[in-house]
């Protein structure tokens, strides 16, 4: 399989890559890094980790000028798409697609051969997340029960490109996180490649649960409506800590609280304060990584004026006191990575 993407701007391919389609369970994991840069108005960076039937690319582009951005795979494969950006517009041959791309949404879509033709827009942040399958791969992670996706299954059956859904749903706080474990991950050679294999199974789990499992969001909720709760979840995200309450978060975005609150919950799958009580978690979570700060002192910058209320909290969403990661962090951490899978 070749993947192939190529920027208006300049005359060679940005991305090149080719990978065996067999799945070897013992073939290596390979990474690379790609920076462009001009200036400050031009900027692109792309991780590229690829093994034999799988290639991850997480790309980041800004520009001072418009550009066209082809993107081509050449041969049958899945892929879990992962979007963070607006107002680019799509041309996919095949597939009947959105014309614009939405930020924080995901599919998964089925391909004979691929080619997007993508127009970025300057001055736009520009942000992607796609994972590419080749057929072996994908069977060997879905054990190839079809039940999971009946009439998807058939369109790969018969080599018809399609999406998993007619549109791109929501981000859901599980497929926020485990992106963020991704890119996040410091692990090297065979660690690493069980790991990320891992998180794409996981991660897989979560598209097809937010997908298929829950309501069609568009029509529950308009396009103005979604955008505030977008900005929402935004403001949550960016100082989780010092979360705002229902009614200012409400104020903050012009909606009403019963809209707010049935929204979110329709949009990222979970409530407003259970959002926010994660975030927190999960945050301690990587604070209590540094041997050198106390409870008290993880508690405090995860936004708890109450040490004890912290630990009820921690104790609730994990199962384990913050006293206890404290004394043997590997080990509890390895328990709590089980129980994520497992729910």
Same mark, same amino acid.
């Given at each position: =399989? ?45 991780? !590229?980790?690829?093994?034999?039937? =799988? +290639? ?21 494969? !899945? ?12 041309? !996919? ?29 300057? $001055? ?47 981000? #859901? ?43 069609? +969001? ?28 229902? #009614?200012?978060?409400?104020? =903050? ?8 609150? &049935? ?17 927190? =978690? ?5 604070? $209590?990584?540094? &041997?050198?700060? #106390? ?11 109450? +040490? ?8 609730? $969403? ?26």
């Amino acid at each position: =399989m070749k993947i192939k993407s190529t920027l208006s701007a300049y005359e060679k391919p940005i991305l090149k890559i080719e990978i065996k389609e067999h799945y070897d369970p013992k073939s290596h994991l390979s990474e690379e890094n790609i920076h462009i840069e001009n200036g400050d108005l031009e900027n692109i960076k792309s991780t !590229i980790l690829a093994t034999d039937g =799988m +290639v991850l690319i997480d790309t980041q582009m800004y520009f001072e000028k418009p550009q066209t951005e082809v993107f081509e795979i050449s041969d049958e494969c !899945i892929v879990m798409d992962f979007i963070n950006c607006n107002n680019i517009e799509t041309d !996919i041959e095949q597939l009947e697609n959105e014309k614009y791309l939405k930020d924080n949404t995901h599919n998964i879509f089925y391909t004979t051969k691929f080619k997007g033709t993508f127009k970025i827009p300057a $001055f736009e942040q520009t942000n992607y997340l796609c994972i590419i399958l080749t057929k072996d791969f994908y069977y060997n992670i879905i054990n190839e029960d079809w039940e999971l996706h009946k009439k998807f299954s058939k369109n790969i059956l018969l080599k018809k490109s399609t999406y998993l859904t007619s549109k791109y749903s929501p981000f #859901t706080p599980g497929i926020q996180w485990i992106i963020h474990e991704i890119k996040s991950c410091t692990r090297q050679g065979a660690l690493k490649k069980m790991y990320i294999e891992t998180k794409i199974k996981e991660l897989l789990i979560h598209q097809l649960e937010a997908i298929i499992e829950q309501p069609i +969001v568009s029509e529950i909720i308009n396009e103005d409506e979604y955008a505030k709760l977008q900005e929402a979840k935004q403001i949550i995200e960016k100082d989780c800590a010092h979360a705002p309450t229902l #009614t200012e978060l409400s104020r =903050m975005i012009s909606l009403n609280e019963f809209k707010l609150k &049935k929204g979110f919950k329709a949009c990222f799958g979970t409530t407003v304060k259970s959002y926010i009580i994660k975030l927190r =978690m999960e945050n301690a979570k990587e604070l $209590f990584k540094s &041997k050198g700060l #106390t409870v008290s002192e993880v508690a405090y910058k995860c936004g708890y004026k109450d +040490v004890s209320h912290f630990s009820a909290a921690f104790k609730s $969403f994990y199962g384990f006191s913050p006293q206890k990661i404290k004394i043997n962090w590997d080990i509890i951490n390895f328990w709590i990575t089980g129980i994520l899978l497992l729910g």
